[in-house]
Each structure stands twice: as structure tokens, then as C-alpha cells.
């Protein structure tokens, strides 16, 4: 295309189209930058900030920042990967997290991120909030207590789903999800198939009843590292680079 | 109630050995300063029951199997068997109940091989007398290294079928309601296949130490802790013994039913749990005998005791040599309970060699679902004895009621039975000896207690064994394994 231009990622030169975000150059060009509001089919939100790189030097949130020409981004240096892995350890205790039983074990990408970053066990003290499971749809049940507030089923519902079912309500530690229904999930109008319910990256939003029927070996995460993927591009553009 | 007085009583709970298995034993004496009765306190406090409430009824058994690291497969599948009813899946396709049955044969050779080699052998090794530097699993393998061996790996086979049929070895989630999530791949079973010969004869040679040890000291074993009991557990419809599924069946001493094919959802009506001040853990008793006649035992003897036969050839012929020992009658030797064990570890062998011959095992259809009901009741025979769970679920759902009643539980009673005979035989004036420490650890050793799991692996469950007379004056002590002095 003729438009698409060039910045540095990592100290390599990689091509970008206009109104790509870092995040999507980085993903076209084989970079995994860590997310987990950011979502390929949703809106950008730069909430979760798990990924902040350095643009010219300035932290910046690679999923709402344009790429431009001549930008010079590092994704992965010490600093940033450290905050990373706080930002996961917030994550962790701020909710009731309890991966040994949750059923999206193995699929979770906070449990994921845990692993790729090495985390072993919190460094900050467990919040053991007290949260509310809503089971009052007939399909679909949402256990705010493994909810991190990423907001991707407000955006889903909203501009997938063209439902609006999901909202969120207060502010600072006490912001949740709330529903568009006075008596709770069961009075909305989602449906087991929506995206919103799709796009949950934790066990937060369920199809009832499907629970642990992959078995441990087959989930998304058991055989290779979140982000792998989008890894994988560059690795297979690198071997085909040698065979040339 | 015995004359301790309770406002003079003295509970002491160290928080730190409770949570790694710790048996505390009071002794209470009567005017004369004999034994009048025996209390063993369980201290740990689980609460499972409680925090089930308001999770969906599919996470259950996966959730309720952290009840236990050792045979984590019980509560897995006993949960899972429950809410089968609740999805009215309860007629399990060939394959899903096969991989089932997998899983919990795997599950009771590993558990009965660790029970047996790393926990048991050194005191039947050994004696009851050896010195404890000596008398633990190390002193086995040092001595007896082929035998340590070949606990090691009877233990590994079985934990190696679990993740095949499980996902995991520990905490899985193979079964799901209303059937299991994966069939066995022909590579799985060939890998399993090609050692099952090594691991029956290995089974054969536990089988007769245990026999042969039994025979043996049957003169010192006969009395040794041991007591009349009824005995309880699952039974297949035409009366052979049936580790995964069954009716409830007890007999009384004299080997006659109390009931019989009871299908094990009407439980309540039959069982019933009574509470005592002094144990987290409830006692449960046949209804119609009542608490003072209605415990019962439950676990290897009295499956081998209650079942009519045994559908696997060695293991019944094993089973036939064990019952001569009643002489027509269930067979009452607390000790005995480790030949039954090893009966059984041969019996879920044979069972494996023959499933792993079966081809439903590579079928496809894994789950069925029927109509929804609100009450779900699923019972196993878990390598320790008959497990109960009952679940509630409301139409969202969610549980909303749990009743477990673990097998350690229903031999609670008995083993409190045990630590007083032995105390009765044993106790000379009010002096805690170590061998009356030793007797009483091995006692409750025979029932293979979950209380006890963690640190009981090196040889040395804590144990305090406490003197108290009949103004509930504490006047004798002793302890293995825990620290007096920060206990007090």
C-alpha cells in the first residue's frame, strides 16, 4: 500500500498502515505487547495499561497511541516488564481469584499473563472483597469476584452485540459491572452466543453449564505461552527470510 | 459423657500442627484410675460444606476434590456422580463410565500402594517396638530397597492413569455432569498396557506380605485394637463388591443384613450423624440401632467383609483365604484391615488390566444430559471408605445445600473403639509410655484416616496422648512428633 510507512519497534525496523495503533503494528510485525482490555474486535479503551511501552521514551498505552512515521517504541524493556507484572499482581488481589477451580483455568488470560511473567505469588496483600455472583440469566452467569474491570463486555454488548447490557456503575473500588435490567442479568436481553460473552478474558462472564469440558491439555493456554500466536508471525517470517 | 468436668477441661488447638494432620487422644480414667473411655479429637476444620454455597453446581467437583491431596478422585467423582441427577445424565454412555471407573481403580492402587508401603510397611517391617530412627519409609528402602521400589512405582502407574483420565494428577477435571470430558487414546492405553503384567505381580507379592503377616501374628493381632462392629458400604445389585457404583449394604456382627440394596439416595433415611463437644467430626450411626448400637465401619474390611464376591479371579480367590478368618462371619481384626487393603490394590488391578482391554475406551459420545432435577446424591467407594455427597441446586443453578459425610468420618466411632481397647490393654498407672504411643498410632493407622495424611509420610504422625482422671485433672502426658512445651 502506498501510505504504509515505517517506525522502530524494538530496535527494528517494521511497516505500519495509517490509523494502525502501536499495538496493531506490533502484532502485524510479530511483536506480542501484553494486553488485557485491548481486544483485536473491540475499540480501544487503555485501561488495563498492561500495554505501556516507551514511545520516544514516554510511557504510553501501545493500544490507543497511532502509530506514526519514525516513531521509536521499546516494548519490553526491564522497567516496563516489572510494571507489568505489578500490574498482574494488582489484578490477582484486588479480586477473588481462585485459578485451582475456576473453570476458564487454562484459557484465562490473566491467569496467562501470570504465568508468562513468571509470577509466583502476589507481592501485595490479598483485598478478599466481598462480591456478588449474578446467576439470574437462564444461560449466561457473571461471578463479579474474577471481574478486573477491563470493560470488554460493555464494548461488545455495545458495538457488537447491539445490546448495551453491560455497564459499568461507581467509581474507584467501588466500580463493578452492573446490567441494563433492574432484576439483574436474567432481565436483560443477552444471549449465550453473544460476543460479549465471548470476549471475557477471565472467568468473570460464563455459558452455564459448558464448564471444564475441554480437558486440561487442550486449553488455549496449556501448550503454549499467551501471546505465542502473534509470536509465531515472526518466527515463521524469520525462517522464511533464511530459506531465501 | 464421661466425669471430666467440661468447664475444667482444658482444649488446646496448635494451630500449626493442625493443619499438617494432627491426632490428639484424651484417656479418661474412672475412681479407680482405669480406662472408662478414649477420645480421639479431630481438630481440622474444613468447611466445604459452607463456601459450596452459591457456586454453580458443575464447578463442585472440581471445587470439593481440594478437600484432599491423597484421593482427591474420590470427591471428584463422588461430586460428579451427584450431579449427574442434577442434569439427569445419570445413565452414563459406555465410554464416559468406563473412564470413570478408570480413574478410580488408578486412584485406589495408588492410594492403597502409598497407604500400604510408605505408611504401613514399617511397623509390619519392623514391629511396633523398633525404634522410629529406623521404623519410617527410609528405613524401608535402606532395608527393603526392591520393596520401596516397587511402592514407589505401583504408586506412580496409578497416578499416571489418573492424568490420563483425569488431565491431571492431582485435582483434574476429567468428569463432568452427566459424563467426562476425554476418552483414552490408543497410546495412552498401550503405554499403560505394556508394564500392567509387572504391576499385578506386584500387587500379588503386597497381597501375600500382608496375608502372610496377618497369619503369622494372628495371636497378637486378633485382640489388638479390635472390637465388634457392623460394617457398611457399596454393593453391586447381585452382591459383589463394587468400588465405584452400588446400593448400600450393612451387616451386623454375626454377618446378617440390616439392610440391603438400599439404593444410596434414600441415605438419610438409614444413616444418621450424631454431634459430640469435643470433635469437629460428626459420628454417624444406622438409624434404627441408634448411636450406642448403629456405628458401624466402613473402608477395605468392611467392603470385604459385606460383598458376596469379588468379580476379579485373584482377588476373590484372595477374598475367600481372608473370610476363613471369621470363620463365617464378618471378620472383626482391626489389623486386618491392611490384608483386605492389599485385596482390594489387586482387585483394582485386574480391574485396570481389564478396562484397558476395552474398547469403549476410545468411544467418542462422553456426555448425556436428561431432565434437570433439584437434588443430586452421589456415593463412591474412596480408597478409605463409603463418601457421601448431597447437593441442593436452585433453578439458577447455583448449590444452595451440601452435605459430606467423608469416609473418614464414618469410622470415627471406630476408631475411637480402637484407641480405647488398646488403651484399656496397654495403659499401666497413668505413665504415657512410647509404646502405648506406638499402639495407639498404629491403630488408627489401620483405618488409613485423611487426618493424619501429611506428615504421618515420614513415620511421624504428631501425636498427644493425654491422662485425664475422673476429676478431670490432667495427670499423665506424653507425644510423638509435636513439641510439648509449645503445645502447652
Known amino acids: 500500500m502506498s501510505k504504509t510507512f515505517t517506525l522502530t519497534i524494538d530496535n527494528t525496523a517494521v511497516k505500519a498502515e495509517p490509523g494502525w495503533t502501536i499495538l496493531q503494528a506490533a502484532d502485524a510485525a510479530g511483536v506480542y505487547i501484553p494486553r488485557l482490555c485491548g481486544h483485536k474486535d473491540l475499540v480501544p479503551h487503555g485501561s488495563c495499561r498492561v500495554c505501556t511501552v516507551l514511545v520516544n521514551g514516554r510511557p504510553q498505552s501501545a493500544c490507543t497511541t497511532p502509530a506514526t512515521p519514525g516513531m521509536v517504541v521499546d516494548t519490553a524493556t526491564d522497567e516496563l516488564k516489572e510494571h507489568r507484572k505489578r500490574l498482574i499482581e494488582m489484578l490477582f488481589v484486588e479480586g477473588n481469584h481462585f485459578c485451582m477451580f475456576c473453570e476458564r483455568s487454562g484459557g484465562c488470560e490473566l491467569q496467562a499473563l501470570g504465568y508468562r511473567f513468571g509470577m509466583l505469588s502476589p507481592r501485595y496483600p490479598y483485598q478478599f472483597p466481598v462480591r456478588e455472583v449474578d446467576a439470574s440469566h437462564p444461560d449466561v452467569m457473571v461471578d463479579r469476584n474474577r471481574c478486573i474491570l477491563c470493560g470488554r463486555c460493555v464494548r461488545a454488548s455495545r458495538d457488537l452485540d447491539g445490546r448495551s447490557a453491560f455497564q459499568f456503575v461507581g467509581r474507584g473500588p467501588e466500580k463493578r459491572i452492573a446490567f441494563n435490567a433492574a432484576d439483574g442479568l436474567g432481565g436483560t436481553d443477552i444471549e449465550a452466543a453473544d460476543r460479549a460473552v465471548e470476549v471475557c478474558p477471565v472467568g468473570a462472564i460464563l455459558r452455564k453449564r459448558e464448564g471444564y469440558r475441554v480437558p486440561i491439555g487442550q486449553r488455549p493456554y496449556d501448550r503454549d505461552p499467551i501471546g505465542s500466536d502473534i509470536e509465531a508471525k515472526a518466527a515463521a517470517a524469520a525462517g522464511a527470510g533464511e530459506e531465501d | ?488
Not at chain 2, 129 to 135: F, I, K, L, M, S
Not at chain 2, 148 to 157: F, N, T
Not at chain 2, 199 to 217: F, N, Q, V
Not at chain 2, 310 to 323: G, L, N, V, W, Y
Open chain 2, 1 to 488: 459423657m464421661a466425669t471430666a468436668a467440661p468447664q475444667t477441661r482444658k482444649i488446646v488447638i496448635e494451630p500449626v500442627t493442625r493443619v499438617e494432620g494432627h491426632g490428639k487422644v484424651t484417656i479418661l480414667l474412672d475412681e479407680e484410675r482405669k480406662v472408662r473411655q478414649a477420645r480421639l479429637h479431630i481438630v481440622e476444620f474444613r468447611g466445604f460444606e459452607r463456601f459450596v454455597q452459591g457456586r454453580p453446581f458443575w464447578e463442585a467437583p472440581v471445587l470439593v476434590q481440594r478437600l484432599c491431596g491423597i484421593c482427591p478422585v474420590s470427591h471428584h467423582l463422588a461430586a460428579a456422580k451427584a450431579m449427574d441427577w442434577i442434569v439427569g445424565g445419570e445413565r452414563l454412555t459406555p465410554t464416559a463410565e468406563k473412564m470413570r471407573r478408570l480413574m478410580h481403580y488408578g486412584q485406589t492402587l495408588q492410594s492403597h500402594a502409598l497407604h500400604f508401603f510408605h505408611l504401613v510397611s514399617p511397623d509390619l517391617l519392623f514391629g511396633f517396638d523398633a525404634d522410629p530412627v529406623e521404623r519410617n519409609v527410609v528405613g524401608v528402602a535402606r532395608k527393603f530397597p526392591d520393596l520401596a521400589v516397587q511402592g514407589v512405582m505401583l504408586r506412580k502407574y496409578g497416578q499416571e492413569i489418573i492424568k490420563a483420565t483425569a488431565g491431571k494428577k492431582i485435582h483434574g477435571t476429567g468428569a463432568i455432569p452427566g459424563g467426562g470430558n476425554k476418552n483414552l487414546s490408543i497410546a495412552e492405553r498401550d503405554g499403560f498396557l505394556k508394564d500392567i503384567e509387572q504391576m499385578l505381580e506386584w500387587s500379588r507379592g503386597a497381597l501375600k506380605i500382608a496375608a502372610d503377616y496377618t497369619a503369622e501374628h494372628l495371636a497378637d493381632l486378633a485382640d489388638f485394637g479390635s472390637f465388634v462392629s457392623n460394617h457398611l458400604g457399596l454393593v453391586r445389585e447381585d452382591g459383589a463388591m463394587d468400588l465405584y457404583h452400588g446400593n448400600l449394604r450393612a451387616v451386623d456382627a454375626e454377618g446378617k443384613a440390616i439392610f440391603d440394596q438400599v439404593d444410596y439416595r434414600k441415605y438419610l433415611e438409614y444413616i444418621e450423624e450424631e454431634v459430640k463437644p469435643w470433635s469437629y467430626m460428626k459420628f454417624p450411626f444406622i438409624r434404627s440401632l441408634g448411636p450406642d448400637r448403629g456405628w458401624y465401619r466402613v473402608g477395605p474390611l468392611a467392603r470385604v467383609n459385606i460383598c458376596d464376591a469379588i468379580d476379579t479371579p485373584e482377588a476373590e480367590k484372595a477374598r475367600a483365604a481372608f473370610m476363613e478368618l471369621g470363620g463365617g462371619k464378618p471378620v472383626q481384626v482391626t489389623m486386618a484391615y491392611h490384608w483386605a487393603r492389599m485385596i482390594e490394590m489387586l482387585h483394582a488391578t485386574e480391574k485396570i488390566r481389564d478396562l484397558l482391554n476395552d474398547p469403549d475406551l476410545q468411544g467418542e459420545d462422553l456426555v448425556v444430559t436428561g431432565e434437570r432435577r433439584p437434588v443430586g446424591i452421589g456415593l463412591i467407594e474412596a480408597p478409605r471408605g463409603t463418601l457421601f455427597h448431597h447437593y441442593e441446586v436452585n433453578d439458577r443453578d447455583q448449590i444452595v445445600r451440601c452435605n459430606l459425610i467423608v469416609s473418614t468420618t464414618n469410622n470415627n466411632t471406630p476408631m475411637n473403639r480402637a484407641v480405647e481397647k488398646v488403651a484399656r490393654d496397654h495403659l499401666e498407672g497413668v505413665e504415657v509410655t512410647e509404646g502405648l504411643l506406638n499402639r495407639i498410632e498404629v491403630a488408627i493407622r489401620a483405618y488409613d484416616p485423611c487426618l493424619s495424611c501429611a506428615t504421618h509420610a515420614m513415620g511421624r504422625m504428631p501425636l498427644v496422648v493425654e491422662v485425664v482422671d475422673a476429676e478431670g485433672q490432667r495427670v499423665g502426658r506424653g507425644a510423638k512428633g509435636v513439641s510439648l512445651s509449645a503445645e502447652a
